[in-house]
């Protein structure tokens, strides 16, 4: 009965190759000529995969690249207005140039009583 379990919670997609695998991870040892008797005797098939189906209509008069060409023109031009990353740099670099750059290091220091309250 573990054969009909394990096809009932693949919900009955797995054919006898994933079967045994699956009695095999369950440390059952059987062959996979008697899983695959086993599914015969007892009328265990497993459901095929559903194809791929196009829905896409492509016998129409209409011209195809018409929405597709407008939003690859704006954002066309929407780059091509937008600043380079030399010019983005420059700008950052006249901003940051009168400050000076700092580094600090954080250190941690281990207290045997706990934070002292504040006073």
């Known amino acids: 009965m573990l054969i009909r379990e394990s096809f009932e919670a693949s ?3 797995y054919g006898s190759p994933r079967v045994w695998e699956d009695l095999g991870e369950q440390k059952i040892r059987v062959s996979r000529k008697r899983v ?3 599914m015969q005797e007892q ?3 497993a459901r095929a ?3 791929f189906k196009s829905t896409t209509m492509s016998d129409h ?3 195809v690249e018409s929405a597709a060409d407008e939003d690859m023109q ?3 031009k929407a780059y091509q207005q937008s600043p380079r990353p030399a010019q983005i740099a420059k700008r950052l670099s006249a901003v940051f140039a009168h400050d000076a750059y700092h580094a600090g290091q954080i250190q941690y220091v281990r207290a045997l009583q706990g934070i002292p309250a504040a006073e």
């Open 11 to 13: 919900r009955k997609r």
């Open 36 to 38: 695959v008797r086993l």
């Open 61 to 63: 008069d209409q011209p």
């Open 74 to 76: 704006g954002s066309l």
């Open 43 to 45: 009328g265990l098939k």
């Open 49 to 51: 995969r559903k194809r």
